[in-house]
């Protein structure tokens, strides 16, 4: 799967989102060590710290289906006039990096349609992991 048919399916689940208080949506796609793809949208809530992002909800599925290590993830935003890049929240980079290695990516595009293609080091340098 080329990296732009995995951003494909992070903009397809996107749509999925529920977003009613930041009308941001957020899509996330996950290509496992079994080369199994694993979606998730973000999930928002009227209690709004219960909300989760669309990555935690890629990562879920993956664990659920059996996968342990994210090949790639790629996290299409969106929702607003002014913005349709996400990069994934610090919260987020720690979740991915449970489930990284040295040779995992983590791409989206920005507002001018450019790739933006990351180590798990590049994004989260120095993290903690046991
Ligand atoms: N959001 C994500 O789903 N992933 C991120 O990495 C950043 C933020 C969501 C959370 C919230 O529902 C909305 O985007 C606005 O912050």
């Excluded at 060590?33 to 999930?43: K, R």
């Excluded at 996290?75 to 991915?96: F, L, S, Y």
């Amino acid at each position: 799967m080329t990296d732009d048919e995995l951003l494909d399916a992070a903009r397809t689940v996107r749509e999925m989102a529920y977003c009613p208080y930041s009308k941001f949506r957020v899509g996330a796609a996950i290509i496992d060590e079994n080369g199994s793809v694993h979606v998730g949208c973000n999930v928002e809530n009227a209690a709004y710290p219960q909300g989760s992002c669309a990555e935690t909800g890629a990562i879920a599925a993956m664990v659920a289906a059996g996968g342990q290590r994210i090949i790639t993830i790629a996290v299409a935003g969106g929702g607003t006039e002014k913005t349709r890049a996400c990069a994934p929240c610090g919260g987020c980079r720690q979740r991915i990096r449970e489930f990284s290695n040295s040779s995992t990516r983590i791409i989206f595009k920005d507002d001018d349609n450019e790739w933006h293609k990351f180590s798990m080091d590049e994004l989260l340098p120095s993290s903690f992991h046991l």
